[in-house]
Nanobody
Framework: QVQVAESGGDLVQAGGSLRLTCEVS????????MAWYRQAPGKQREWVAG???????KYADPVKGRFTMSRDKTGNTNYLQMNSLKPDDTGLYFC???????????WGQGTQVTVSS
């Protein structure tokens, strides 16, 4: 069974940086897409960034130029480097991994990011 685990969330001051990690285990297939979502208190979950099997990355407008997604050589771990953090970046960050295109994918439990002003 596929397991997804996020880590790296913390309390940080505005302008600071964090690196989130998403580790995937239990799959014998390579992923076709990995993505990060976030959910702020009282708001819906929103897509933040995506990394695809061809190496292409895509970012939501609010984080463009500040967040960078990457992965390790195995493809089982991806990272979200977050720089110039703002209070609006506060939320529970989730990793989603797809092994089949257009599928629901597998979710982790999330890691909390809190940015203080």
């Amino acid at each position: 069974q596929v397991q997804v685990a996020e880590s790296g969330g913390d309390l940080v001051q505005a302008g600071g940086s964090l690196r989130l990690t998403c580790e995937v285990s239990g799959s014998i297939r390579s992923s076709v897409a990995m993505a990060w979502y976030r959910q702020a208190p009282g708001k819906q979950r929103e897509w933040v960034a995506g990394l695809y099997s061809n190496g292409f990355t895509k970012y939501a407008d609010p984080v463009k130029g500040r967040f960078t997604m990457s992965r390790d050589k195995t493809g089982n771990t991806n990272y979200l480097q977050m720089n110039s953090l703002k209070p609006d970046d506060t939320g529970l960050y989730f990793c989603n991994v797809k092994f089949v295109p257009n599928s629901v994918g597998s979710w982790g439990q999330g890691t909390q990011v809190t940015v203080s002003s």
